[in-house]
């Protein structure tokens, strides 16, 4: 890739506990601040690595949450893609999402393929597995049009990616969504009782739990 095309990695940093940080307890020495420690090292030992974070642990835990200080940190001209710990992508991806997305005019919204187990990445996707077509949370566009789309800092914002998926089509942004098989969900155990979640983040989790068994119900009845 040349220096146009090259991937940055952000993370945003929340709380490991149900308790947040006030702005004078955060060197104290837990879980997250050994975290960030780790990220520190490790962006010092590869330094061509375009590395950054934004710490939250002044906040619970909020997927959405995490994402809108993450597209406000970032300038307009940036290509955004939002994912989870939970996903493996191939380099197919990175060109997908540049070739579905066009600043000013279109988002991106994969269609992510859910493995089975954890053995099912890159196997035939006839055979195991499901396409998560509920799932919205995965998106690429860039900065300009993902504030113009979610009204950050203007409004609520917005609460799920299905609501900015719609929110995108009132603002007049075309919105391309198709199965993508580079990008797969590994398989995992819901658990929406973390004591270090929002109750917004909760009721998210408990509302894609019953997505994610339903959908599962229908593929093995095939």
């Known amino acids: 890739m040349n220096d146009m095309e090259k991937i940055a990695l952000l993370v945003v940093i929340f709380p490991s506990t149900n308790k947040t940080l006030s702005r004078g307890d ?24 375009s590395l950054k974070w934004i710490d ?14 993450a597209i406000s940190a970032l300038p307009k001209n940036r290509l955004v893609c939002s994912m989870t710990t939970s996903v493996e992508l191939s380099t197919e991806f990175f060109y997908h999402a540049r070739a579905n997305t066009k600043q000013g005019k279109q988002l991106y919204f994969p269609i992510p393929y859910q493995a089975s187990n954890k053995t099912d990445a890159g196997q035939d996707y006839s055979s195991s597995g499901f396409w998560r077509s509920f799932d919205f949370d995965y998106f690429c566009g860039y900065q300009s049009d993902l504030v113009l789309a979610s009204d950050v800092g203007h409004s609520a914002g917005f ?4 609501i900015l998926y719609k929110k995108s089509i009132s603002a007049g942004l075309n919105v391309f969504r198709a199965p993508e098989p580079a990008l797969v969900v590994n398989k995992f155990a819901y658990s929406c009782s973390s004591p270090s979640w929002s109750r917004d983040e909760q009721g998210h989790c408990l509302t894609r739990e019953k997505q994610y068994r339903l959908a599962a119900s229908t593929s093995r009845h095939r």
Not at 28 to 48: E, F, I
């Open 26 to 49: 955060l060197n104290m020495k837990t879980k997250d601040l050994k975290t960030l420690d780790l990220l520190s090292s490790y962006k010092h030992k590869h330094k061509k690595l």
């Open 56 to 69: 939250a642990r002044t906040n619970l835990y909020s997927y959405i949450g995490g994402i809108t200080m």
């Open 159 to 162: 609460s799920s990616g299905d």
